[in-house]
């Protein structure tokens, strides 16, 4: 199984500033078959990204993931009030995994 | 738009088991799509529980193998899961979602429905 081991476990960050959020595998993540969810209280996750670096459907250019192999990383830039929210990310090369999560707070 | 939209009940007990259904609307289950099964107890994570193929062909999390099974019914566009030996340990919140595939080869979920609570207790 691929363990995903995401860090920071709470970012505080203000409106404005950047997020950078990491995913790192337990082993190498094939075809870079990585994706990213948001997940507001009391909502379903919604797809940011997928095959690491490509952005779903409507997501703003201020989603941007990045990496390979097992080091990936999901930056926001200029956080908007609607941002803050709990990021996962996801593998499914081998199976399915999710990361445990990332929560983006106002700081 | 691709909706989905799960139902069952909210209120199993210890030891029996849970069936949810899901109604895709929007699409079609034939359309060559996965779908999915994935659960998040109360202020955790997600977990993935298994998905289906419009053929029957399954897939299933290691860990819930042995008590889960997916079905997909074709006729009225949905697809169910039946999870046996219910515990307090399975009170989640589930989701039901579309995993987005190539060339049969199940890829990332694009679409979920909004959840339903099921809660485990006597």
């Known amino acids: 199984e691929i363990v995903l081991t995401q860090s920071p476990g709470t970012l505080s960050l203000s409106p404005g500033e950047r997020a950078t959020l990491s995913c790192r595998a337990s082993q190498s993540v094939g075809s870079n078959y990585l994706a990213w969810y948001q997940q507001k209280p009391g909502q379903a996750p919604r797809l940011l990204i997928y095959a690491a670096s490509s952005r779903a459907t409507g997501i703003p250019d201020r989603f941007r993931g990045s990496g390979s192999g097992t080091d990936f990383t999901l930056t926001i830039n200029r956080l908007e009030p609607e941002d803050f929210a709990m990021y996962y990310c996801?593998?499914?090369?081998?199976?399915?995994?999710f990361g445990q999560g990332t929560k983006v707070e106002i700081k | 738009q691709v909706l989905l939209q799960e139902s069952g009940p909210g209120l199993v007990k210890p030891s029996e088991t849970l069936s949810l259904t899901c109604v895709v609307s929007?699409?079609?289950?034939?359309?060559?799509?996965?779908w999915s099964w994935v659960r998040q107890p109360p202020g955790k994570g997600l977990e993935w529980i298994g998905e289906?193929?419009?053929?029957?062909?399954?897939n299933y999390n290691p860990s819930l193998k042995s008590r889960v099974a997916i079905s997909v019914d074709r006729s009225t566009n949905q697809f169910s899961l039946k999870m046996i030996s219910m515990t307090a340990a399975d009170t989640a919140i589930y989701y039901c979602a579309r995993v987005y595939s190539m060339v049969v080869a199940p890829l990332n979920f694009d679409f979920w429905g909004q959840g339903t609570l099921v809660t485990v207790s006597s």
């Open positions: 929007g699409d079609s289950i034939r359309n060559g799509h996965w």
């Open positions: 996801q593998q499914y090369d081998k199976s399915r995994t």
């Open positions: 289906i193929y419009h053929s029957g062909t399954t």
